[in-house]
């Protein structure tokens, strides 16, 4: 059974930095896309980042340009996203999701994606 699992968020004052992980179980991660998405309180989620299953494609939000990577290390099973330049408007729980597909293929698509994990909470507060 597919399983992914987030972790590394944390509290961070503004302009700091959190990376996150979004680690693979019960399926090789290669065979998937992934997706980062965020649900801040009262919102709608939303695609932050997705990156294809080589790493071949990858798409950034606009407010996530210049201050997050995505990355994917495949041995590991494992995808990540380093944000950096952290504001008080990123604080949401993040969630990363897979999806099967070509290999230059990625989508921050809410709709797109077959299988999430349970969510890490970021907070950016002083």
């Known amino acids: 059974q597919l399983q992914l699992v987030e972790s590394g968020g944390g509290l961070v004052q503004p302009g700091g930095s959190l990376r996150l992980s979004c680690a693979a179980s019960?399926?090789?991660?290669?065979?998937?896309?992934i997706g980062w998405f965020r649900q801040a309180p009262g919102k709608e989620r939303e695609g932050v980042s997705c990156?294809?299953?080589?790493?071949?494609?990858?798409e950034y939000e606009d407010s996530a340009k210049g201050r997050f990577t995505i990355s994917r290390d495949n041995a590991k099973n494992t995808v990540y996203l380093q944000m950096n330049s952290l504001k008080p408007e990123d604080t949401a729980v993040y969630y990363c999701?897979?999806?099967?597909?070509?290999?230059?293929?990625?989508?921050?698509?809410?709709?797109?994606?077959?299988?999430w994990g349970q969510g890490t909470q970021v907070t950016v507060s002083s």
């Open positions: 019960g399926f090789t991660l290669d065979r998937y896309a």
């Open positions: 990156i294809s299953r080589y790493g071949y494609i990858i």
């Open positions: 999701a897979a999806v099967g597909g070509s290999s230059r293929y990625c989508s921050r698509v809410e709709s797109d994606l077959r299988s």
